[in-house]
Nanobody, 120 residues
Framework: QVQLVESGGGLVQAGGSLRLSCAAS????????MGWFRQAPGKERERVAG???????YTADSVKGRFTISRSNAKNTVYLQMNSLKPEDTAIYYC??????????????WGQGTQVTVSS
């Protein structure tokens, strides 16, 4: 089992920045692919970014150039640096992890979510 704990959400003005963190722990916390998803009220969950164990990344077009995903394998932690935030980025952000560390489409574990609110 893997436990995921997100942190770093909050309220920020448009144009501001936040950095989300997600720490993985548990017996199989190593060699994970990790990703960030978000879900706004009334909308479907959206894949935001992902990073495989070896460092390859994916970033959604809607956040490309503004959001950056990174990881510390030594700390089993993934980060999402969010810059130039817009009101439409407001959502609950979820961290996810997959034991299939080479891919970013299927996830086995999910965090509890952290709220990000961007005011205009």
């Amino acid at each position: 089992q893997v436990q995921l704990v997100e942190s770093g959400g909050g309220l920020v003005q448009a144009g501001g920045s936040l950095r989300l963190s997600c720490a993985a722990s548990g017996r199989t916390a190593s060699y994970l692919a990790m990703g960030w998803f978000r879900q706004a009220p009334g909308k479907e969950r959206e894949r935001v970014a992902g990073i495989i164990w070896s460092g390859g990344t994916y970033t959604a077009d809607s956040v490309k150039g503004r959001f950056t995903i990174s990881r510390s394998n030594a700390k089993n932690t993934v980060y999402l640096q969010m810059n130039s935030l817009k009101p439409e980025d407001t959502a609950i952000y979820y961290c996810a992890a997959s034991i299939k560390h080479w891919q970013l489409l299927e996830y086995d574990y999910w965090g509890q979510g952290t709220q990000v609110t961007v005011s205009s």
